[in-house]
């Protein structure tokens, strides 16, 4: 059973700096593409950060140049590092990976971190 335990979320004032991180067990990290998404109350989940297992990297314009996405295979963690956060970036955040093979779609989900950006 592959699990993802993310950590590092919390409360921060506009402006302010988050750094998440997303564990995952076993040793198959490496193989898949990762995604951190975001929900806010009300609101669709987003997709705020994308990095493959190859080192492709994408960001939508709502937080290009305010976020990093990284990955470490040798410790099977990802990593989100938030900068300059604004309160519209209060939300759940979930980390994601992903792979997809001849035969088999692999999706797994982490439980979330609650970020709140407020005075």
């Known amino acids: 059973q592959v699990q993802l335990v993310e950590s590092g979320g919390g409360l921060v004032q506009p402006g302010g700096s988050l750094r998440l991180s997303c564990a995952v067990s076993g040793n198959i990290f490496r193989m898949f593409d990762m995604n951190w998404y975001r929900q806010a109350p009300g609101k669709e989940r987003e997709l705020v950060a994308r990095i493959t297992s190859g080192g492709g990297i994408s960001y939508p314009d709502s937080v290009k140049g305010r976020f990093t996405i990284s990955r470490d295979n040798a410790k099977s963690t990802g990593y989100l590092q938030m900068n300059s956060l604004k309160p519209d970036d209060t939300g759940v955040y979930c980390c994601?990976?992903?792979?997809?093979?001849?035969?088999?779609?692999?999706?797994?989900w982490g439980q979330g971190t609650q970020v709140t950006v407020s005075s």
């Open positions: 994601n990976i992903v792979r997809s093979t001849w035969t088999r779609n692999m999706d797994y």
